[in-house]
């Protein structure tokens, strides 16, 4: 167990809908990673937040958003969904602020869309 | 941005025999390089790293290499095990700890 908390671990939903994925980082990790992981893609670097501020965007696109919380829990918001945004996302937390810090992920959360 | 290339995409040895997984990365600024060991569905768990001013390190049969001027490091297991079989990922990282990783190597170890 990393200690990084995902949920929901399995979401089914429809084109051009919206949802929410959670994370909870490890206790007093202040970083917070997005990752989507395609099966023809590898891990995919979307957003990385420190201790509430925005870090450093990947390939994000504009229909996702992410934020995270005074608590250091990270929301990433997904809309207008396409069938392309199939994948599963992992959310990874780290706590050192130098180079060099070691990320812990999340058992991730499976998206479908229909 | 950093550019991460890993081979091979899947690899399968016999059990006791060696695995190499090679991967290239564009960003001269790159200074860390961590490798994650993936588990059919579980997330990415770090099994060995190492920093731009080292050129080996190793972990009873792991191991890692690192060649800077030619952007190049690989990963090295010995004498493998049906519990090495996972997916490989490795990965270049900055000063801003920005993480980039290369699309994985499945690796299959045959008893």
């Known amino acids: 167990d990393s200690g990084v908390t995902q949920t929901p671990k399995h979401l089914i939903t429809a084109t051009g809908q919206r949802v929410t994925l959670r994370c909870s980082p490890r206790?007093?990790?202040?970083?917070v990673y997005w990752y989507q992981q395609s099966l023809d893609q590898g891990l995919q670097f979307l957003i990385q937040?420190?201790?509430?501020?925005?870090?450093a965007k990947g390939n994000i696109l504009e229909r996702f958003s992410a934020q995270q919380f005074p608590d250091l829990h990270s929301e990433l918001n997904l809309s207008s969904l396409e069938l392309g945004d199939s994948a599963l996302y992992f959310c990874?937390?780290?706590?050192?602020?130098?180079?060099?810090?070691?990320?812990?992920f999340g058992e991730g959360s499976r998206l479908t869309v229909l | 941005g950093e550019n991460v290339e890993q081979h091979p995409s899947t690899l399968s040895v016999q059990e006791g025999d060696s695995a190499v997984i090679k991967c290239t990365y564009s960003?001269?600024?790159?200074?860390?390089f961590p490798w994650y060991k993936q588990e059919l569905g579980k997330g990415p768990q770090l099994i060995i790293d190492?920093?731009?001013?080292?050129g080996e390190k190793k972990d009873q049969r792991i191991a890692v290499t690192l060649n800077k001027t030619a952007k190049h490091f690989s990963l090295h297991i010995t004498e493998t095990q049906p519990e090495d079989s996972a997916v490989y990922f490795c990965?270049?990282?900055?000063?801003?700890?920005?993480?980039?990783f290369g699309t994985g190597t499945s690796l299959t170890v045959i008893p």
């Open positions: 937040y420190y201790n509430g501020e925005e870090r």
């Open positions: 990874a937390s780290s706590t050192r602020r130098g180079q060099g810090a070691e990320l812990f």
């Open positions: 206790s007093g990790d202040l970083s």
């Open positions: 190492i920093r731009s001013n080292v």
């Open positions: 990965a270049a990282s900055n000063t801003g700890n920005q993480f980039y």
């Open positions: 960003d001269s600024a790159s200074n860390y």
